[in-house]
């Protein structure tokens, strides 16, 4: 896959989730669990923003950005055009990044540790990416359940 290719698909899921969090009717629904869930719709975006500011914008970009993930669980209320906002803020950053690594960068470590040794920035890039679907689905399956 080619780091264009990866770019676009990080801007195609974040705009799908982006439409997810619109389609929701009652804003309120969005901080709503039920049953055994334990995570809202809203909390699962900002982890996702939480995740992406960190292991792309930080570690890649050099953004200085500091993740607070428990808060990522815990906050509440936020507004859907706050969490729409973080998230078309990824967009650029996230194209811009993955669009400035040649071949050669994407296949060197990682420079944090993510989940085994040695795993390499383009490894990382695709775990993240299947990560932001996973939560995607979940979102999707909350709102249906909700509305």
Known sequence: MTN??????YQRDIEKLIIEIDLFKNEENLWKT???IKNSCGNLALHIIGGLSFHIG???ADTGYIRDRDQEFIAKGI???SLTGRLRA???LIKETILS???ERLNEPHPKFFDK???TISYVLTQLLLHLNYHMGQVNYLRRAFE
Do not use: Q, Y
Request: charged share 30%; proline share 4%.
């Open 4 to 9: 264009l290719e990866l770019a676009e698909l």
């Open 34 to 36: 039920t049953g055994t």
């Open 90 to 92: 990824l967009i650029p």
């Open 79 to 81: 507004s859907r055009k």
């Open 58 to 60: 930080d570690t890649l």
């Open 117 to 119: 040794e040695n795993a």
């Open 101 to 103: 690594m040649s071949e």
